[in-house]
């Protein structure tokens, strides 16, 4: 007579674990504890059992409720977990992925290359120094044996102030870094030796000539330096900055009022295509000397002890040779394709092209 009670439990177990989700199993629920449910039913009909079986029926339908009930609670949780998994799995992150890379800014050219000079000459045991843009006419041209009148001052188109009095030299914006050397000198007693990059004023504007732009300076004061030390110095340097160990160096006799003697220097290139080294073709790049003693001397050396050497170039001249930039305009016009192409990822080279 439980026959029927095992084929319920039977029934409902398949039922159960054929139920795939929980929209599944409710329905079980409902069909077998549920008002029209199947037990429910069994339960109804109790009183309509012989009275010499109903105490048994309905003990052996109160355990069998117990049991389906335990069993639908079980699929429920069963099922439950099952959905959370299929969540998990659904929402499912990689947190090893790399971040998407952040909008950063590039190195602007100028600014790489003023940070690879100061590298080099850094190596060499020369010091950073600087000065103001705006220079008084001494410092700018009368320390540096550049008197006025002289014929020199015609080379540099200078950008004059307003004067501090109406009979004082009017200031100037530096013409060259030059004067950077006079105030090192006057500032810190010998041996010396620094280099100064920074930022130098002439009225003159096209192609290759901006109204700004950026020179590097150098000095080196000691009881006995001399051209050789001037020479190697600057070969190195030159070797180093372009990256070409063989670079040929040609040190050329010329004038320069803050030097005696005095030497431009070129590098070798190739004029036809502008590739720097070999090609037999000469460019000059950078002027140089032994300070003059009047320079020393003005700015309380005493030349009979001390000597040394300078040199001066300009920093967007060297940074369009070493990169093969044909124009001098757009290193200030901030177009962000121009500092694309040539700048410098302060981070990661490889975040260079990744959509920053
Ligand atoms: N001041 C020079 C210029 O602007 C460059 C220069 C030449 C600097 C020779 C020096 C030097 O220190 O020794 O053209």
Redesign the pocket.
Known sequence: MTDDLDQLRAETERTLAAAADLRAWDAVRVGVLGRNGTLTALLKQLGAVPAGQRRERGAALNRLKDTLAALIEARRAELEDAAFAARLAAERIDPTLPPRPLPAGLIHPVSRTMEEMAAIFGAMGFAVAEGPDVESDWHNFGA?NIPAHHPARA??DTFYLPPAAADAPPPVLR????PV?VRTMLHQPPPIRVVVMGR?YRADHDATHSPMFH?L???AIDRDLTLGHLKGCLIDFLRSFFGIANLPVRFRS?Y?P??EP???VDIGWNRRTGELGGGGDWLEI????M?HAKVLANCGIDPAVWQG??????VERVTMLKHGIPDLRPFYDSDIRWLHHYGTSPLLPALLHEGV
């Open positions: 540096l080379d540099h013409t060259h870094t030059s050397q130098t020179q300076e150098g000095l010329s320069f803050f030097t005095s030497m431009e950078l002027g140089s000397g300070v050497f300078a040199f001066g170039m300009g």
